[in-house]
Antibody, heavy 115, light 112 residues
Framework: QVQLQESGPGLVKPSETLSLTCAVS?????????WGWIRQPPGKGLEWIGS???????YYNPSLKSRVTISVDTSKNQFSLKLSSVTAADTAVYYC????????WGQGTLVTVSS | QSALTQPPSASGSPGQSVTISCTGT?????????VSWYQQHPGKAPKLMIY???KRPSGVPDRFSGSKSGNTASLTVSGLQAEDEADYYC????????????FGGGTKLTVL
């Protein structure tokens, strides 16, 4: 079955860059689908960050576009998120998911922005 | 790029039906048949319950159904069960030249 697993630092300092990776198993990224990132601040709702197609085309939330980069490594069957110039407002659980309808999700990873 | 509008809470007794609304604009909900609904229990990742307005993924009970009229999409849960108590979020594809996805603010469903 399709499984996604996020990994990366749980603590990032303000003004630095948040970097996360999503490892995919049970499905080859090269076979299709969009692959995306969604976040959820503690006690709040979901926010779509952006998605990448298996070919490399990217689509970002307009409100985050200037700070976000999503990339894909088909050889490792994984995709990554970089969010620059983070502030405390970027503290959230970050999820990776398959498809614009997000039919499969990772378990999520909490990233705290603090000095 | 405003979030879709959902009521903050909804409730019903076991066995009853509850409908949760999700209101957007002609640029998102009203413009595309790509509305999804997610169920999220505390501390868990969201689970896809409905996609493309009214389609159910394999394994989702047929007690869950979706529909859309104009700029408003709806999720109906029939035959409420205790395990349906959760947060529910809608999302929609939006934009044309620069596509993106927008979520609703979420609805807390309480089974009385």
């Amino acid at each position: 079955q399709v499984q996604l697993q996020e990994s990366g630092p749980g603590l990032v300092k303000p003004s630095e860059t948040l970097s996360l990776t999503c490892a995919v198993s049970g499905y080859s990224i090269s076979s299709g689908y969009y692959w995306g990132w969604i976040r959820q601040p503690p006690g709040k709702g979901l926010e779509w960050i952006g998605s990448i197609y298996h070919s490399g085309s990217t689509y970002y939330n307009p409100s985050l576009k200037s700070r976000v980069t999503i990339s894909v490594d088909t050889s490792k069957n994984q995709f990554s998120l970089k969010l620059s110039s983070v502030t405390a407002a970027d503290t959230a659980v970050y999820y990776c998911a398959r498809g614009l309808s997000s039919d499969h999700w990772g378990q999520g990873t909490l990233v705290t922005v603090s000095s | 790029q405003s979030a879709l509008t959902q009521p903050p809470s909804a409730s019903g007794s076991p066995g009853q039906s509850v409908t949760i609304s999700c209101t957007g604009t002609s640029s998102d909900v009203g413009g595309y048949n790509y509305v999804s609904w997610y169920q999220q229990h505390p501390g868990k990742a969201p689970k896809l319950m409905i996609y493309e307005v009214s389609k159910r993924p394999s394994g989702v009970p047929d007690r869950f159904s979706g529909s859309k009229s104009g700029n408003t999409a709806s999720l109906t849960v029939s035959g409420l069960q205790a395990e349906d108590e959760a947060d529910y979020y809608c999302s929609s594809y939006a934009g044309s030249n620069n596509p993106y996805v927008v979520f609703g603010g979420g609805t807390k469903l309480t089974v009385l």
